[in-house]
């Protein structure tokens, strides 16, 4: 009889703790995280059509005085949210101590319309060069 108990306030904490989803098309809806992103923020995004292609810069700061290591990648998404490009390959970034970082990215095609950021730390990227 206690061991419900228990494992029932240990849920209505866990549930207390959960953080809300980003809210659509926020900065932080767009980044899709593989991993731990411990110390690494996602600041502003700007994003523009130039000469028919979508550009993105993407600011990523470390809170840390640690360096951070990370790779990172664009999928490029149309009006119906499915992929119009091929993937591309992942790209390393260093984040040395308490460094804001500013990353700048153009679609290869004039049909993305939107994208998404997709990030990996080093510790969970086992299989990403294979």
Not at 2 to 29: D, E, K, Q, V
Not at 63 to 70: A, D, I, P, V, Y
Request: aromatic share 8%; net charge positive.
């Amino acid at each position: 009889m206690r061991y419900p108990l228990i494992a029932a306030i240990g849920l209505a904490l866990l549930a207390g703790c959960a953080t809300p989803p980003p809210a659509p098309g926020s900065a932080a809806s767009k980044v899709v995280s593989l991993g731990s992103m411990k110390h690494i923020e996602v600041g502003a995004m700007r994003v523009a059509r130039e000469n028919g292609f979508l550009t993105v810069k993407a600011e990523l700061s470390n809170t840390s005085h640690k360096n951070k290591s990370m790779y990172y990648r664009f999928a490029w998404l149309g009006s119906d949210g499915f992929p119009v490009a091929g993937e591309e390959g992942w790209k390393s970034l260093t984040l040395y101590g308490t460094q804001t970082s500013v990353l700048s990215a153009i679609a290869p095609v004039p049909q993305a319309t939107d994208f998404r950021l997709e990030v990996q730390t080093p510790e969970n990227s086992v299989n990403l060069f294979r």
